[in-house]
């Protein structure tokens, strides 16, 4: 088990700063960083929480493409590229 010091990706003002445990590749807990100076060791409950949603099954790892009305749900896998180039396009 490591721990590695770094602070939360939202971009909120005070950025708290995180304790992260990391257990065979996988972030296994985020704590709070009582070192932090602004946060001193707070972190919300959102945070807590961040090793069930980056590790959740249902997590998005590539771009899709919406197929048909937007609501109906039916999305298509594309590359990067595609989709960097269709937003650049846009
Ligand atoms: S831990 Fe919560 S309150 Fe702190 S920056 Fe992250 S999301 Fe915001």
Redesign the pocket.
């Given at each position: 088990m490591t721990f590695y010091r770094s602070?939360?990706?939202?971009d909120?003002p005070?950025?708290?700063g995180?304790l992260v445990e990391v257990k065979n590749s996988k972030v296994t807990k985020v704590n709070?960083d009582p070192q932090h100076p602004y946060?001193k060791g707070?972190?919300?409950?959102?945070?807590r929480s961040y090793p069930d949603l980056i590790h959740s099954p249902k997590r998005i790892l590539e771009p899709l493409k919406r197929n048909g009305l937007k609501g109906s749900g039916i999305f298509t896998p594309i590359s990067w590229e595609e989709a960097l180039a269709t937003i650049a396009s846009k």
């Open positions: 602070v939360c990706p939202p909120y005070d950025a708290c995180l709070g946060t707070f972190i919300c409950a959102k945070m």
